[in-house]
């Protein structure tokens, strides 16, 4: 998956923040807190973010708590997590001896190569709890 | 390629298959626990109180890419953090890959009806294993 990936220049986490409210906000230093179950009572919505990876949940939810902290937010809800899987060709070169054992040579050849690469996508909303 | 070698290499590739488990930490852990943690998916009813730990996710990759090991994986991480259920279970599957995320929770009112309380000498046993799912093998 990953050399897959390194061939199609997608590693690495894309994220996106998004206020949702025309207040903006300093980016929030402290701890965040982060729920996927529960929308933090009396907080205030700040806005929408997501990030996605084709790697796992300990790269993609760090970064979507720093897309809240951005905007300002000290507490994450994560509303959805969901994997995608899609099938990507690639080429692949490969060497081969093609010579003889008087005459060695080297020869190279490309074919395309299918891999399934699954994308973990997590998005959700950035709240400001008891914060003014 | 003898029939031998397919054979060896048909035997060999029965167990090409792994499943990796992760978490991100958004509460206290505790010590691994023997209990068998309970599965619930996404939307089947809760009890209210409920602390989260972490949230879980595994991927089944090869032999493994189905929601049995999966689920099977986010149970065994959750119970190495010591919580008594995974929660808000989701699982996506490719066809070489499976995944399935959930929030591994340690109950603070104690266990639901049906469920030992954390700490209980509860053999680990897939024949102990409850699965609030809808391919779970009814319990007799």
Known sequence: MALGCAAMGCLGVHSVAMPTTAS??????????????????GGAEVGVV???????????????????????????????????YEWVSQPVTQSYQCGTFRFPNYCTRTYMQQHEVATLRATGRAFRVGLP | MSRARIALALLACAGCGSTSTYHVLTGAPGRPTRVDPRVYLEGASLPADYAEVAIVQAVGRGTHADLEHVVEGVRAEAAALGCDAVIATHADSGQTQSSATGVAVRWTAG??????????????????????APWATPQP
Do not use: C, K, M
Not at chain 1, 50 to 71: F, G
Not at chain 2, 115 to 131: C, D, E, L
């Open chain 2, 111 to 132: 266990p639901p009806p049906g469920q030992a309380p954390t700490g209980a000498a509860v053999p680990w046993t897939p024949q102990g294993a409850t699965v609030v």
């Open chain 1, 50 to 84: 997501e990030a996605s990876s084709v790697t796992t949940i300990d790269e993609v939810i760090p970064e979507l708590v720093e897309r809240v902290a951005q905007l300002g937010g000290n507490y994450a809800r994560i509303d959805r997590i969901v994997t995608r």
């Open chain 1, 24 to 41: 903006r906000h300093r980016p929030f230093r402290g701890r965040v807190t982060v729920s996927l179950t529960r929308d933090p009572p």
